[in-house]
């Protein structure tokens, strides 16, 4: 059957069982070969998605002149809807890891679908994650809402990643900056960002590499849609918006 078959015309969803499909390696192979790839993939990131996270594969394609097949693998990697996310996450993870060590850091105040992609991408990703969890301190100084204490915090953390079999694989560290142990750690080999994050993984490349350590790979995890469209966070939680897994509040 056609991968093209796949695509829900009249939906922002793309059909997650594409992958299913025999020939959806190849193209997903052929796609990351392009030369501008890297390119598009990061302006969608930081132009697109921002301004319109319902944006189809037709409609992306027209939008950077890209052919239909690498605007189904962009927006197939950088978007998920809750529904979704919660069947990625019944599955196994993979025997053999991408990476032996991979870091992710957030507040985690309330944990929600946003952070779950986080979590699943990077234990799907490495062997070992190391989790930067914000001082009350670090996360005064840039969060506009009451911060949960960090006792409270690393609590309900550590709760969320034993219910999902995470906790044996993971360390968690206290930060106070947005960087932590990711720009010394020598054994480090890749770290976990959400699209809307992505600039400070390349940030704390620029400050490995002035400290003559290899640079991360930077894998990014899909964007958690909620039932509206828009993606889930902790201030549309907080403001009462939507549930922690999307739901509208009416």
Do not use: Q
Not at 19 to 35: D, K, M, Q, R
Not at 75 to 93: D, G, H, N, V
Request: charged share 25%; net charge neutral.
């Amino acid at each position: 059957m056609n991968i093209m078959n796949y695509i829900k015309k009249e939906n922002f969803k793309i059909d997650r069982k594409i992958c299913e499909n025999e020939l959806w390696n190849i193209l997903v192979e052929t796609v990351h070969s392009l030369t501008m790839y890297p390119h598009h993939k990061a302006y969608l990131i930081e132009k697109i998605l921002p301004e319109n996270p319902l944006i189809t594969p037709k409609e992306l394609s027209n939008r950077l002149s890209i052919p239909l097949g690498e605007a189904i693998v962009l927006l197939y990697e950088l978007r998920i809807t809750a529904k979704e996310l919660e069947e990625e996450i019944k599955k196994p993870l993979p025997e053999n890891k991408k990476y032996s060590k991979v870091a992710l850091g957030g507040t985690f105040n309330e944990i929600h679908y946003g952070h779950l992609s986080l979590l699943w991408t990077a234990f799907k990703n490495g062997e070992k994650v190391l989790i930067g969890l914000t001082s009350d301190e670090f996360a005064k100084n840039f969060k506009k809402y009451s911060v949960k204490p960090y006792s409270e915090r690393l609590k309900n953390l550590k709760e969320t990643l034993k219910k999902y079999n995470w906790l044996e694989a993971s360390e968690i560290v206290i930060i106070n900056d947005a960087y932590g142990p990711s720009i010394i750690d020598p054994t480090l080999d890749a770290i976990i960002v959400s699209p809307f994050t992505a600039g400070v993984a390349n940030e704390i490349n620029r400050l490995r590499i002035e400290k003559l350590l290899k640079p991360l790979e930077i894998e990014i995890c899909p964007l958690v849609l909620a039932e509206d469209g828009k993606p889930i966070s902790s201030t549309r939680i907080i403001s009462g918006e939507i549930t922690f897994n999307g739901k509208i509040i009416k």
